[in-house]
């Protein structure tokens, strides 16, 4: 059964087809919001939110063929509503930015935790858009739609982004030397 099928259901009090939708999107969702506020309990909790908003606005959801998009705006605004409140005290987790090292051939934990820790030195848009364009495969339009901007800036924070992945990923561990 596809989405637009369940979401018609689900608005007519069918709570099984949303359960149904629940399980199709959950995962894609709590590791996006666990990228984005890197803690695996506040983002169940914030997962078990958006879907709980969604259920609540699905009526309002105008065209069912952008439940994905809806959705993950959804997952956005509570990740970022939490970020907003927690931000005064926290400062930027840097425990995995010397855990793999930075030559030589690595294992994929290692590369794992390099690449971890190069997107820590992301500022939190540019790592929303590589988590949204990389992990879950969102396009450009998409990605403009769940962040609530032009195009033109989803690409340009994506492609700095990932020019800043680059640099910090490079085996040698020195972002281009030459260009300085």
């Keep these: ?20 939708l629940v399980s199709r999107w959950e995962k894609r969702v709590f590791n996006y919001i666990l990228k984005l506020v890197r ?28 439940f994905a998009g809806w959705l993950f705006r959804i997952a956005h605004n509570e990740a970022y509503s939490l970020l ?5 005290e926290d400062g930027i987790d840097t425990a995995l930015l010397d855990a793999a090292p930075m030559g030589g051939h690595m294992q994929p934990v290692e590369t794992a935790l390099a690449v971890e820790s190069a997107m820590t030195r992301l500022s ?7 988590v949204l364009k990389v992990y879950q495969g969102f396009k450009f339009e998409e990605m403009a739609e769940i962040l609530d ?16 992945l ?15």
């Design 1 to 20: 059964m596809e989405d637009r099928d369940l979401i018609l259901k689900a608005r007519q009090g069918d709570v099984d087809a949303y359960n149904l």
């Design 149 to 164: 901007i032009p195009l033109s800036t989803v690409k340009s924070r994506l492609y700095t982004a990932l020019d800043l």
């Design 166 to 180: 680059k640099d910090a990923l490079a085996p040698t561990g020195v972002s281009h030397a030459r260009n300085a």
């Design 84 to 88: 907003r409140k927690r931000k005064p």
């Design 39 to 66: 803690n695996r309990e506040d983002a169940l909790d914030l997962c078990q939110d958006a879907f709980l908003k969604a259920y609540q606005n699905l009526k309002k959801l105008d065209d069912p063929s952008k």
């Design 124 to 130: 939190p848009e540019q790592r929303e858009a590589v």
